[in-house]
């Protein structure tokens, strides 16, 4: 995790971004693997493999951004799901391109989600109705939580 989620260099050398960005994203994946957790908790199904991808915006720039979009859209209430977080925001006048995305010359930027968390690859899960959830499947969600909170506790040191 610590690989992962990894504190630049005080020289801003080499991979990572600023403690104080790298926290809420931590604190953002962790809700979202408990809210996975909570739904496979309550679906009684049996899963052979399985994956969850955890993705988060590694420029500095572009990660300030999608936390400052999404602490205004909490400030104002707005909904913040995946969908409402990948707008297009604009710089100097209207979005370039029929997508907003900026090319070089364009004048649009993409304002993503600073993290994204899914379970993927569950292609072979058959419901098993009156047995309950899958604990293997638990078991492996609840040593995800418990690295996060690990890897919480030492940047919050």
Do not use: C, Y
Request: glycine share 12%; aromatic share 4%; net charge negative.
């Amino acid at each position: 995790m610590a690989k992962f989620f990894a504190v630049v260099a005080e020289d801003g050398m080499g991979p990572g971004v600023r403690k104080d960005l790298l926290v809420p994203i931590v604190k953002g994946v962790l809700e979202d693997v408990r809210e996975i957790r909570k739904a496979v908790a309550q679906t009684e199904v049996r899963m052979v493999g399985g994956s969850i991808l955890i993705v988060w915006e590694g420029d500095e720039s572009a990660l300030e951004a999608a936390l400052d979009r999404k602490l205004d859209a909490h400030m104002n209430s707005e909904p913040t799901s995946v969908v409402d977080s990948d707008v297009t925001s604009e710089v100097d006048g209207p979005a370039g391109g029929a997508s907003g995305v900026s090319s070089e010359f364009g004048v649009g930027h993409r304002v993503g989600p600073p993290h994204l968390v899914r379970m993927i690859d569950f292609a072979h899960t058959h419901a098993v109705p009156g047995l309950g959830p899958d604990d293997g499947v638990l078991k492996g969600i609840d040593t995800v939580l418990s690295l996060l909170r690990s890897r919480l506790a030492e940047l919050e040191a």
